[in-house]
């Protein structure tokens, strides 16, 4: 694996490759085995697969975790080495950012102020930008994003569309440990009874699922019991919620339609995100 800090010496050294098929898989480091079967996809789908690892300022907010954010680049190195990787663009923010990056990517507010854009306004401006900014440098013929990030893969997906860029956007399945626990970076924080704790949001998401599947069900019953349970436990949910898988529009119990479940709760400090389609 060959690893670039520069726009410049990473372009030269596609410029010598463009006849391989290109797989990009965007990444904030702090890697773990989701991250890694994403390598593998793209391996499956193109010639010469890059990873990218940059902590993205412009999708966090003020008050998030943006300094504290596990740095494990040494870690990193070794696992997407390991994985096949064949190259890694790891610039730093004076590369990317070189001046203030007034020119941004502002997705729709139809699907991207609700849910995670709710409780993070901006946040999607910020991943946009990022991501066509890497877009345009790497020139993937592919690119990887996670499910388990549902709302942002449904975003990038209607950038790439709506700006008629030349890719295909692919969907990793969310990995899980053993107990169901969607494997996450910030799942580093969690302390050790948090840790047993944190199951509780993979198995209310999947009772919503099958309640929401029941003859009749009253879809926003379920998710206000739900919301309730979690905070009877100590979570501080911000949405536990039941959408269309397009569209993340509101269920209507009329049209039976391929829907996700979706939640963002606190536990503690640390902040978990997940989904179930069904």
């Keep these: 694996m060959v690893i670039f800090h520069t726009i410049q010496e990473l372009r ?30 793209a391996k499956a789908n193109s010639d010469l697969v890059i990873a990218t690892i940059f902590v993205n ?27 096949g990787c064949d190259i890694l663009f790891a610039p730093n923010e004076a590369e990317l950012y070189p001046e203030p990056q007034t020119y941004k990517v502002h997705p729709t507010p ?24 890497l877009f345009q440098i790497v020139q993937p013929d592919v690119a ?7 709302q942002q893969l449904a975003v990038i997906r209607g950038m790439v569309r709506q700006f008629a860029l030349p890719m295909q956007i692919l969907a990793g399945e969310t990995l899980r440990a053993d107990d169901g626990l969607a494997l996450s970076s910030r799942n580093r924080y969690l302390s050790v ?26 879809i926003q019953k379920i998710e206000t019991h739900a919301l ?4 009877d436990k ?16 509101a269920i209507d119990p009329a ?15 640390t902040r978990l995100i997940d989904n179930l389609e069904f």
């Design 255 to 269: 049209r039976r339609e391929p829907w996700v479940v979706l939640g963002a709760a606190r536990l503690g400090k």
């Design 193 to 218: 009874d948090e840790r047993q704790a944190a199951t509780s949001l993979s198995k209310t998401l999947r009772a919503m699922a099958d309640a929401a599947q029941a003859p009749n069900a009253d």
């Design 228 to 231: 309730q349970a979690m905070r």
């Design 57 to 83: 300022r412009l999708q966090f907010l003020p008050h998030e975790d943006f300094d504290s954010y596990p740095r494990t680049w040494d870690d990193d190195v070794q696992a997407l080495s390991d994985a």
């Design 110 to 133: 139809a699907l991207a102020d609700k849910l995670e854009g709710e409780f993070r306004p901006g946040f999607f401006t910020g991943v946009c930008t990022v991501v066509m900014k």
């Design 12 to 41: 030269a050294y596609l410029t010598e490759r463009k006849h391989l098929k290109r797989g990009l898989v965007p990444t904030m480091g702090n890697l773990h085995a989701g991250h890694l079967a994403l390598i593998k996809q």
């Design 144 to 150: 990887v994003f996670g499910k388990k990030d549902y």
């Design 234 to 249: 100590g979570w501080q949910p911000d949405y536990l919620t039941i959408r269309t898988q397009h569209g993340l529009e």
